[in-house]
C-alpha cells in the first residue's frame, strides 16, 4: 500500500477551481486499492460542514484529512515539523504538494524524511511569483 501526503490549503468544504481539481483527482486516485492519502490542509469554517465533509471523504474514499489550526499553511517551521510527523506516522512514500508555491519549500525537510516522490502543482500564480525578485529566487528553491 502506497500513502501519500497531500499538503494543501485548497481542499474542501470551500469550493473553488484548485480545491475542485484537488478534490477530483484524490478522489479518482483513491480508487485505486494500492493507494492512500493523508491531506494535512488549513482550518476553515462552519465547523460542521467542515466535519462532514472531512467524514464524507473518509467514508466515501478513504481519505484522510487533518487541518491545521491556521487558515493559510505557510512553510514554516511549525507547519514543516507537522507535515514531517505526518509524513512519518502514516509511513508515506510520496507528497503533493496542491500548490508549488510556497508549499513548496517544505520539500526538503519531507524528502530528509525520506519522500521518494514529491510532486507540486501549479496553477498558474506562480507566473507572479517569479516575475518579483525576492519570490523569484524562492519560485527557483521549489
Request: net charge positive.
Amino acid at each position: 500500500m502506497i500513502t501519500t501526503l497531500v499538503v494543501t490549503n485548497d481542499f474542501g468544504p470551500r469550493a473553488g477551481g484548485i480545491e475542485t481539481f484537488i478534490h477530483g483527482l484524490l478522489e479518482q486516485a483513491s480508487k485505486n486499492q494500492q493507494r492512500n492519502f493523508i491531506v494535512l490542509t488549513s482550518h476553515q469554517s462552519p465547523q460542521d460542514e467542515v466535519i462532514k465533509f472531512d467524514q464524507k471523504m473518509w467514508e466515501n474514499n478513504r481519505i484522510r484529512v487533518v487541518r491545521d489550526t491556521a487558515k493559510v499553511l505557510l512553510p514554516t517551521r511549525r507547519l514543516a515539523k507537522k507535515a514531517t510527523d505526518l509524513f512519518v506516522v502514516h509511513k508515506c512514500e510520496n507528497v503533493i504538494f496542491g500548490s508549488s508555491a510556497p508549499l513548496g519549500l517544505l520539500a526538503k525537510s519531507l524528502r530528509r524524511a525520506g519522500a521518494k516522490h514529491i510532486v507540486a502543482l501549479t496553477h498558474g500564480h506562480e507566473v507572479w511569483w517569479a516575475r518579483m525578485p525576492l519570490f523569484s529566487a524562492l519560485l527557483r528553491r521549489i
